[in-house]
């Protein structure tokens, strides 16, 4: 069974920093894509990060991009999300995701970040 499980939320002021950790199992990732998406409260899910499993490459929203880091440890088969200097408009739900060419087949269960000003 695949699982992805992500961790590291919390409340955390403006300005402040967190770490996201999505622990994945089941099955071997490698090629394929792992990703951040987050949803707030009524707006829809949008992309934060990604990176590709086997290279490495990354891809951030422009919202993020040098504020936030993506990474990944293949032995632990754990994604990370470093986020720095957060704002009030990064709290959402985050979630971590699988996929391949732009589909993502598997979903973690997200993960509550809240940013007070």
């Known amino acids: 069974q695949v699982q992805l499980v992500a961790s590291g939320g919390g409340l955390v002021q403006a300005g402040g920093s967190l770490r996201l950790s999505c622990a994945t199992s089941g099955r071997s990732f490698s090629g394929w894509t792992l990703a951040w998406f987050r949803q707030a409260p009524g707006k829809e899910r949008e992309f934060v990060a990604a990176?590709?499993?086997?290279?490495?490459?990354?891809y951030y929203a422009a919202s993020v991009k040098g504020r936030f880091t993506i990474s990944r440890d293949n032995a632990k088969n754990t994604v990370y999300l470093q986020m720095n200097s957060l704002k009030p408009e990064d709290t959402a739900v985050y979630f971590c995701?699988?996929?391949?060419?732009?589909?993502?087949?598997?979903w973690g269960q997200g993960t509550q970040v809240t940013v007070s000003s």
């Open positions: 995701a699988a996929g391949v060419e732009g589909s993502y087949n598997y």
């Open positions: 990176i590709h499993w086997t290279v490495g490459h990354t």
